[in-house]
């Protein structure tokens, strides 16, 4: 009775997949491994904290700089990484070690539970050099992928609401460094019961 609590609470807390009609509970099945939760203060700037979906831990960090990111670069045994909202994966120009790592980015409809198995036809995105510019009219370049811990509302013009406010990820799938494994990710907390950004909490879960 109470793994079966525990199996619900956490099915009804994780939201969202890419099968609106399974309700699959958020515990694992035969295709899938069990959903685990992790999570990580990256509200340190210019910091990345790496993650192994295989070891199931953050493995260390890494500053924002050229050379903590070469450092990173040449390694494989990691899988995401995380500074505060964005999302680094082992791949496209965050290797040099020719990772085989990407993101899937599901539909905003898409819910946690009912991905069960990968789904056909999907490319996974890999990392990219993105420069924006910052507050003060400073230029930022990093490389990163598509993905976020949160999203920000912007008004019609595409400008950001001030102040800012969150909005949910999507559901995200991503693959492992080696290219073999893929797991499914909630993205559930963004901050603390103090309201503090960068603490962040996720489920996530095996499906090949």
Not at 61 to 81: H, L, P, V
Not at 95 to 113: H, L, P, Q, R
Not at 169 to 178: E, G, H, I, K, S
Request: charged share 25%; with cysteine.
């Amino acid at each position: 009775m109470k793994k079966s609590f525990i199996i619900l609470s956490m099915a009804l807390f994780a939201f969202t997949a890419c099968s609106d009609d399974d309700n699959t509970p958020a515990g694992g099945n035969e295709n899938n491994g069990p959903t685990q939760e992790a999570y990580v203060d990256a509200s340190a700037k210019k910091e990345w904290n790496y993650f192994s979906f295989k070891e199931q831990k953050f493995i260390g960090k890494g500053a924002e700089n050229e050379a903590d990111n070469a450092q990173w670069a040449a390694r494989t045994d990691w899988d995401m990484a995380i500074s505060r909202y964005e999302i680094r994966t082992n791949s496209g120009e965050a290797t040099s070690a020719d990772a085989k790592g990407g993101v899937y980015t599901c539909a905003e409809s898409v819910k946690f539970d009912g991905i069960n198995s990968l789904p056909s036809g999907i490319t996974f995105e890999a990392d990219k050099t993105v420069t924006s510019e910052g507050m003060g009219n400073t230029i930022n370049t990093v490389v990163k992928s598509t993905a976020t811990v949160i999203r920000f509302k912007t008004n019609a013009d595409g400008s950001l609401v001030m102040p800012p406010v969150f909005l949910k990820a999507p559901v995200y799938l991503f693959r492992t460094a080696d290219g073999e494994g893929v797991y499914k990710v909630d993205f559930t907390q963004y901050k603390n019961e103090n309201g503090d950004s960068g603490h962040v909490k996720f489920f996530y879960a095996q499906i090949k």
